[in-house]
């Protein structure tokens, strides 16, 4: 292909996202360096703030556990997936699809209806006289996690589906006909062939639970707030435009930083000493 | 090998719990109280038609429609010959723009939705629909590009080898050759795209403005002050919609060609 076309079939794409999207992030980010002359006050006064830093740390902590149990019920799960039988196997693939297609609000709403005061849980555990009062899980830190869980787990499974369905069959089969239980298959074959798959998934859930918006909003209420919920507010609600900027910057930043040190960590890793396809 | 116990009934919790809430709350739309109940009494559609006569949701829901329409269309416009002319070319510089225009994935979208008010709407004083088009351009034109550019690596090109022998001319080869052969590809990112747009929720609540409001968004409001089984039936709705979505993809490049 000539350079010329090549640079007339790129070039739109390149200025769109150029202006629409790195020229926006830059002007929003900026004001958070040079306000008040060019320095990291802003930086400094926010993250020694014990409420911001309490904000910042609830985001980490919530978006590692929220991680941990999708790789915990993940990786079972996508196994159990990429045995079945063909016909099974897409039936069970569509099922985990199809949250994922779905609007984030509504499987908002589906938690709050199981959380909530008078939901699902309170209800059953009332009925079996369990507890007297119903208990608060709605507004909490716990309905966050459910609600992240419930948003990335599928998207966990499918990542880490894929991968499994790409692991040579023969190398199982070797490893049960040399007398593996099949326990020992999952921990001593699987999971060490899938390792940058189940990084890769993390990766999606943790900076898909660092960056919710929609979850930590109506499931964990203004007690709880998250760095995307404090986002909002600070922009929206109090026009507070360099911090939110600043806000901008430092989940930017979070998400590559894990994005990148995730990536030298599978490199590192890596067990199977191929490229798969 | 099947007999894998403790896989097995993580599994399968799992899958209930992956299940069981979209099913819960799919049933309560069907009740007759006025608030949500599990399991329900009696059986009634009518809050389909409240749903239905509730204006702030019919009128965001068609906002929703034609800006996710519009979107995908201009993202495929774009995103066609732009994956085109990075899998023709397969240099070191294709590869970094390939990620480059993938990034608008990987930035927050609440991050996205606050840099795209402030400048498109505060300092440009671009109008709703222009800055709600461009930002939901942002969102469609990652999945445009990566599922164009997956299938047109596997194109054959000996095809478009024995179009150009013929006298084809390469606009003419584009059009009459590749495109006809992509057409499973082009409409699962279409509808790939139709679907993140019509479901973004951070981008909107930031570029909304005046009488013009998404679905998400709306739905957003609608909860704050309307608990009950309105919000169950539009909710079934929703899913009824991913449902046949999912369905179109199935039918023309298969579901794991898209995740």
Known sequence: MKKSIYTTLVLPCFILVTVVLIVPIVMIVIPSFTEGGLSLTHYITFLSDPFYQGILWRTLKLSVITTLICALFGIPTAYFISIQKKSVKSLLQALVMFPLLTNAVVRGFAWMNVLGRNGLINKFLMSLSLIEEPLSLMYTELAIVVGSVYLFLPLMITTLTSVMENIDSDLVNATLSLGAKPYQVFFKVIIPLCFSGILVGSVLVFTGTLSAYTTPSLLGGNQNMMLATLLYQQANQLSNWTNAGMISLIMIVLSLTVMKGMNRLSKRLDKRGYEHA | ?259
């Open chain 2, 1 to 259: 090998m099947r007999k894998n116990v403790g896989i097995n009934s993580i599994a399968l919790i799992t899958l209930l719990f992956i299940g069981l809430p979209l099913i819960m709350i799919a049933t309560t739309a069907f009740g007759e109280a006025a608030v949500i109940q599990f399991p329900i009494q009696g059986f009634t559609f009518k809050w389909f038609g409240d749903v239905l006569n509730t204006r702030s949701l019919m009128t965001s829901l068609w906002t929703s429609v034609r800006l996710a329409v519009i979107a995908s269309m201009i993202g495929l416009m774009i995103g066609l010959p732009t994956s085109y002319a990075l899998t023709k070319n397969n240099s070191k510089m294709s590869q970094r723009l390939l990620s480059f225009f993938l990034s608008p994935n990987l930035v927050p979208g609440i991050v996205m939705g606050f840099a795209l008010f402030k400048t498109l709407t505060l300092t440009f004083r671009l109008t709703v629909w222009t800055s709600l088009i461009l930002g939901h351009l942002m969102i469609v034109l990652p999945y445009t590009i990566r599922i164009l550019a997956a299938s047109m690596r596997e194109l054959d090109p000996s095809i478009e080898e024995a179009a150009r022998s013929l006298g084809c001319k390469p606009v003419e080869t584009f059009i009459r050759v590749v495109i006809p052969n992509l057409k499973g590809s082009i409409f699962a990112a279409l509808i790939m795209s139709f679907i993140n747009s019509f479901n973004n929720l951070p981008v909107s609540l930031f570029l909304k403005g005046p009488g013009v409001n998404t679905l998400p968004a709306a739905l957003m409001n609608h909860l704050e002050y309307n608990f009950n089984p309105t919000v169950s039936a539009l909710s079934v709705i929703l899913m009824v919609i991913t449902f046949v979505m999912m369905l179109l993809i199935e039918k023309t490049i298969g579901l794991s060609e898209v995740r």
